[in-house]
């Protein structure tokens, strides 16, 4: 396929040396789509990255940006490290759609969710590194192994990933993998 | 649950998904193309996802000597494009898809878990069993995303 969103040689998510090994080949997909996501919000202001541009949904690339670094903290923080009292953050007055009600077109809310997105993206790393994917952890009386998790979190950004594709889209008619 | 099951169990559960989303709509509804700019529809999607199993599984896993899906002549829209509203469209594709995914689930069954570290292209993400299976789930929850979308404008219907 041709539909790609950079050019050959530009693309950051391109490697030199294929992963091999369970835990090397979904990590790898991991930092895959997280890149394609921050990539997929490249270079729009702070309107276009609010705007909810595939109505009825109440979807906006800021939305999604806050949402991702609740989901990044919440099965990291809460779940991997066992931190089950921390809250999640964007749930201001219950609202569990927070993070999408809560992304306004404002310079401020908008470096705020980089912030909070980069911060704990860089923490789930460091923990990923040092878990063990046989590990069983234990969430709403099920046990679940770490690999499940990991599977998940880039389950997860994939269908966001696809989210984006359509919110870009409509916002700036920019299109690719 | 070793890799191998905890893949395939994300790979049926997003199968589902698809069914769910495609679930209830009429051939017109299902050729929408309901987020425009966008080509995409669910029928086409729905195309494009029995393509895809058809290749890695079916033509890159076992090796069988057929053509593609959907694609003849290398016009990869195609898939997209032919995905008209006409009811014999839409059985077609569904039918396709599904013995799409027993065909694919027979290879799958085939396999055991040290398989997946089979290796045929070193050069490529996918060119391992691994690596194949992963690009599949990964490939069908981007998709599943882009049906969120499609499904929520035509009738409003959200969820997982």
């Given at each position: 396929m041709s539909d790609m969103w950079l050019p050959p040689g530009e693309?950051?998510?391109?490697?030199t040396e294929q992963p091999r090994g369970e835990r090397a080949v979904v990590e790898g997909y991991l930092r895959h789509y997280r890149q394609t996501f921050e990539l997929k919000l490249a270079g729009l202001d702070a309107e276009q990255l609010a705007r909810?541009?595939?109505?009825?949904?109440?979807?906006s690339l800021l939305g999604l940006l806050r949402h991702l670094a609740s989901v990044e903290m919440s099965w990291n923080r809460r779940v991997l490290q066992d931190r089950m009292e921390l809250e999640r953050p964007?749930?201001?007055?219950?609202?569990?759609?927070g993070a999408f009600n809560g992304a306004v077109a404002t310079e401020e809310c908008v470096a705020e969710a980089w912030e909070s997105w980069r911060r704990e993206v860089a923490e789930a790393e460091v923990w990923l590194d040092g878990d063990d994917y046989d590990r069983v952890v234990r969430l709403d009386g099920d046990e679940i192994e770490v690999r499940d998790i990991v599977v998940h979190l880039v389950e997860e950004y994939a269908r966001h990933c696809g989210h984006a594709d359509l919110l870009r889209e409509c916002i700036d008619g920019r299109t690719g993998q | 649950m070793n890799e191998l099951e905890n893949l395939r169990r994300w790979l049926d559960d997003l199968r589902a998904t698809v069914e769910r989303k495609a679930d209830g709509l009429t051939a017109e509804q299902l050729a929408a193309?309901?987020?425009?700019?966008?080509?995409?529809s669910i029928l086409g999607l729905v195309r494009h996802l029995a393509q895809m199993e058809h290749y890695w599984?079916?033509?890159?896993?076992?090796?069988?000597?057929e053509p593609q899906l959907?694609?003849?002549?290398?016009?990869?829209?195609a898939q997209f494009r032919d995905a008209v509203a006409d009811q014999a469209v839409v059985d077609e594709a569904f039918e396709t898809w599904r013995a799409v995914r027993v065909r694919a689930d027979a290879v799958l069954d085939r396999?055991?878990?040290?398989?997946?570290?089979?290796?045929?292209?070193?050069?490529?993400?996918?060119?391992?069993v691994r690596g194949a299976l992963t690009q599949v789930l990964y490939e069908y929850a981007r998709h599943a995303g882009h049906l969120d979308l499609l499904r929520e404008a035509i009738d409003g219907q959200t969820g997982e």
């Open positions: 693309d950051p998510r391109e490697i909810r541009s595939v109505p009825p949904s109440t979807m964007y749930r201001e007055g219950g609202d569990r759609d | 193309r309901s987020t425009p700019p966008s080509s995409l599984f079916v033509l890159t896993l076992s090796r069988a000597d959907y694609v003849a002549d290398g016009d990869w829209d396999l055991e878990p040290g398989d997946l570290e089979f290796v045929w292209d070193a050069d490529d993400r996918t060119g391992s």
